[in-house]
Each structure stands twice: as structure tokens, then as C-alpha cells.
């Protein structure tokens, strides 16, 4: 599986941005996905992640109530719908995929199988 992350960019706070990944492989629509992302000198956190139905849905809560996390199967892409950006959202922000379709752990990275290449977003004050 090949996960290609797009969409980043440099936003004014307040302001929005779609970062979508997408996924090569045919068993996409039984992933469960995530988004994480990393600023420069921190680890890398969870912000959301997301079923195989895409009925459930996590984030961080950071991020709750600002960003939504969604997915089209058909497309074989998962999005991050992102509003409100703050400075502190400042961050490479990288797409996940995992083969096990349990929704044990999702806010753990060391669960997925798959990475993007990450996508940069920057937020300026």
C-alpha cells in the first residue's frame, strides 16, 4: 500500500485547508486511517483517525470541533477537513493506513502499517 499525501500550504490564522491522502490497493475500504502530525524539535501526536465505515471517528482534542476527518472508499482517499487553524496547528501532517480493521488503539501510531510522505501546513499569525 501506497498512501500519498497532498493539500498542505501556508493559511492565515482562522483560515481552512483539505489535506486528502490517497491510498493504492484493493483492500482500502477495510483500513482503519489515521492523521498524525509533527512539529519540528516534538513527536509525533494523533489528530484523528477514522473506521473502515467511516461511521467512527477520533481526534485529539486539540483538534475537536475544529477538524473532521473523513473517507470516500470509492476514491481509495481519506481527508482531513481542517477550520480554525491556530499557529499551533503549525506541523507536518502525515496519513496512515492499518490492515486491522479494529478500532483498538487508534490514536496509537505504532499500530499502522502504512505511511505517507507527509504534507506541510503552516499557520501564520
Known amino acids: 500500500v501506497q498512501l500519498q499525501a497532498s493539500g498542505g500550504g501556508l493559511v492565515q490564522a482562522g483560515g481552512s485547508l483539505r489535506l486528502s491522502c490517497a491510498a493504492s490497493?484493493?483492500?482500502?475500504?477495510?483500513?482503519?486511517l489515521g492523521w498524525f502530525r509533527q512539529a519540528p524539535g516534538k513527536e509525533r501526536d494523533f489528530v484523528a483517525g477514522?473506521?473502515?465505515?467511516?461511521?467512527?471517528?477520533y481526534y485529539a482534542d486539540s483538534v475537536k470541533g475544529r477538524f473532521t476527518i473523513s473517507r470516500d472508499n470509492a476514491k481509495n482517499t481519506v481527508y482531513l477537513q481542517m477550520n480554525g487553524l491556530k499557529p499551533d496547528d503549525t506541523a507536518l501532517y502525515y496519513c496512515a493506513a492499518d490492515q486491522d480493521p479494529s478500532l483498538n488503539s487508534v490514536r496509537d501510531s505504532s499500530r499502522y502499517d502504512y505511511w505517507g510522505q507527509g504534507t506541510q501546513v503552516t499557520v501564520s499569525s
Open positions: 490497493g484493493r483492500a482500502f475500504a477495510s483500513y482503519v
Open positions: 477514522i473506521g473502515w465505515s467511516g461511521a467512527t471517528t
